[in-house]
C-alpha cells in the first residue's frame, strides 16, 4: 500500500513570509500532483511533477520531486492571503492496481494573515 | 473548454436509502475517476472506470458501485447509506495519454451528502 505523508497539517502565517509544504513517501511513484483545494469546492491542479529531480515554478510557487521520486516540496515565497487554503499532494503509481488512482497526502491547511 | 461537472451538488438522505451521485468529464477524457473525502480519512480513491470498464477498485465495501456509459460520462451508486457515507464525493477526468498511470486528473465541485 503507498502512503505519502504530508506535513506540516496546519500552518498560519504572516503575508511575506516563506514556507514549504513537504510530501513524503516510502515507495516510488511515477508522477506527483499538487492541488489546491477552496473549502466547498474540488480540489484545482496547480502543476505535474514527472522526472525524478524536477523543479517548477509558477510564479512565486516552486515545486520539487526528489531524485528517487519518493518525495515532493512546495516552496511559497512572500507568501499573500489568496494562497490561503488546503493544498495536497497526490501520488500516481503505476502497474494494474494504480489505474486513475491517486494517493493523496492528508493536506496542509495553510492560513496567509494580512 | 467546460471543465468536470457533478450533479447534485448536495444531498440529504437519510440511512438505509440509497443514492446515485453523476459526473461529466472534460470533452475528450475517457477516464474517470471518483474519491470520497472526509475531514478523518481525506481523499481516498473509490474506483476507476474507462471505456465504460471498470479498471481499479479501492477499499470500500459492495455498496458503492459505479457505471460509465458511452460518452464517458459516470455514476456512482451508495446503497443502504450508513451516517459514516456522509462526505464529499468528488470525480475527476483525465485524458490517458500514459496509459492510465500518472496521467494529470482534474476534479469537479463534488457533490456533499448527508446521512441522517
Known amino acids: 500500500t503507498q502512503l505519502l505523508e504530508q506535513s506540516p497539517q496546519f500552518l498560519s502565517i504572516q503575508e511575506g513570509e516563506n514556507l514549504t509544504v513537504y510530501c513524503n513517501s516510502s515507495s516510488v511513484f511515477s508522477s506527483l500532483q499538487w492541488y489546491r483545494q477552496e473549502p466547498g469546492e474540488g480540489p484545482v491542479l496547480l502543476v505535474t511533477v514527472v522526472t525524478g529531480g524536477e523543479v517548477k515554478k509558477l510564479k512565486r510557487l516552486t515545486f520539487q520531486f526528489g531524485d528517487a521520486r519518493k518525495d515532493s516540496s512546495l516552496h511559497i515565497t512572500a507568501a499573500q492571503p489568496g494562497d490561503t487554503g488546503l493544498y495536497l499532494c497526490a501520488g500516481a503509481g503505476a502497474g494494474g492496481t494504480s489505474y486513475g488512482k491517486l494517493t493523496f497526502g492528508q493536506g496542509t491547511i495553510l492560513t496567509v494573515h494580512p | 473548454k467546460a471543465g468536470v461537472t457533478q450533479t447534485p451538488r448536495y444531498l440529504i438522505k437519510t440511512r438505509g436509502q440509497q443514492v446515485t451521485l453523476s459526473c461529466s468529464p472534460i470533452?475528450?477524457?475517457?477516464?474517470v475517476s471518483w474519491y470520497q473525502q472526509t475531514p478523518g480519512q481525506g481523499l481516498q480513491f473509490l474506483f476507476e472506470y474507462f471505456s465504460e470498464t471498470q479498471r481499479n477498485k479501492g477499499n470500500f465495501p459492495g455498496r458503492f458501485s459505479g457505471r460509465q456509459f458511452s460518452n464517458s460520462r459516470s455514476e456512482m451508486n451508495v446503497s443502504t447509506l450508513e451516517l459514516g457515507d456522509s462526505a464529499l464525493y468528488l470525480c475527476a477526468s483525465s485524458l490517458v495519454i500514459l496509459g492510465g498511470f500518472g496521467d494529470e486528473q482534474f476534479f469537479g465541485p463534488g457533490t456533499r451528502l448527508t446521512v441522517l
Open positions: 470533452s475528450g477524457h475517457r477516464s
